[in-house]
């Protein structure tokens, strides 16, 4: 069965600081790339930052690039996301997603398995 649970979603006021957690089963976790997705309300679904299983490649969007920082923790089963200077355009939910494969590739990541998703609200 797989599982991921985010945590650490919130409100905070622009230039603050959030770290999102995703804590997964080693089933779900184990050989496999890790990402972040956002959606605002209104917009399309974007990836925001990915990570590979070795944790020696990292992708990150055009947006959050210099931001946010994506790490993972494979004792812990964990996969975090740090984001800095946060921006009013950073509001959105957040979701965490484990990948199929063990390397990036973002145009099947959403193939994988889906958490339900964290609030994160940046506000002026």
């Known amino acids: 069965q797989v599982q991921l649970e985010e945590s650490g979603g919130g409100l905070v006021q622009a230039g603050g600081s959030l770290r999102l957690s995703c804590a997964a089963s080693?089933?779900?976790?184990?050989?496999?790339?890790m990402g972040w997705f956002r959606q605002a309300p209104g917009k399309e679904r974007e990836s925001v930052a990915a990570i590979n299983w070795s944790g020696g490649r990292t992708y990150y969007a055009d947006a959050v690039k210099g931001r946010f920082t994506i790490s993972r923790d494979r004792a812990k089963n964990t996969v975090y996301l740090q984001m800095n200077s946060l921006k009013p355009e950073d509001t959105a939910v957040y979701y965490c997603?484990?990948?199929?494969?063990?390397?990036?590739?973002?145009?099947?990541?959403?193939?994988?398995?889906w958490g339900q998703g964290t609030q994160v609200t940046v506000s002026s």
């Open positions: 997603v484990a990948d199929i494969y063990s390397e990036i590739n973002i145009a099947t990541m959403t193939l994988g398995s």
């Open positions: 080693l089933r779900t976790f184990r050989g496999v790339a």
